[in-house]
Nanobody, 126 residues
Framework: QWPLVESGGGLVQSGGSLRLSCEASMSIFDHYAIGWFRQAPGKEREGISCISSHGSATFYAESVKGRFTISRDNAENTAYLQMKSLRPEDTAVYYC???????????????????WGQGTQVTVSS
C-alpha cells in the first residue's frame, strides 16, 4: 500500500484547471510537510510546490507561481494542488511526497522526502 495516493489528474485543454489530491494513509499526517513534484517525459523530476505541516509556509517554483495553489486539510489527511491556466508544458506525471524534516519548504529538495505516491498523469492539450 502506497503511503500517499494522488488523484485528480486527467486530460484538460490549455487554459483549463485541475485539482490534484494527495491522500495519506500515514498517521500523524500533521507532522509532515507535503511536496508536489512532476516529471515530464525525458526530463528530470521537478519540485514545484511545498506546504509545511500546518500550512503556515508554502513554496512555489517559478514555473507555477501565480497559477498553482497548494493547500491541505489535516483533519482529512489530504493535501491539494489547485492548478489553473494550465499550459501544454505542464504535462507530466505529478507526485506528492511527505517529509518530517525541519524547514523543508525553505530548503525544498527532493531527497528530503521519504514517502511518495505512485503519481497521477496530467495532460494539457494545446
Amino acid at each position: 500500500q502506497w503511503p500517499l495516493v494522488e488523484s485528480g489528474g486527467g486530460l484538460v485543454q490549455s487554459g483549463g484547471s485541475l485539482r490534484l489530491s494527495c491522500e495519506a494513509s500515514m498517521s500523524i499526517f500533521d507532522h509532515y510537510a507535503i511536496g508536489w513534484f512532476r516529471q515530464a517525459p525525458g526530463k528530470e523530476r521537478e519540485g514545484i510546490s511545498c506546504i509545511s505541516s500546518h500550512g503556515s509556509a508554502t513554496f512555489y517554483a517559478e514555473s507555477v507561481k501565480g497559477r498553482f495553489t497548494i493547500s491541505r486539510d489535516n483533519a482529512e489527511n489530504t493535501a491539494y494542488l489547485q492548478m489553473k491556466s494550465l499550459r501544454p508544458e505542464d504535462t507530466a506525471v505529478y507526485y506528492c511526497a511527505a517529509s518530517s524534516g525541519p524547514n523543508v519548504c525553505f530548503d525544498f529538495r527532493e531527497e528530503r522526502f521519504g514517502s511518495w505516491g505512485q503519481g497521477t498523469q496530467v495532460t494539457v492539450s494545446s
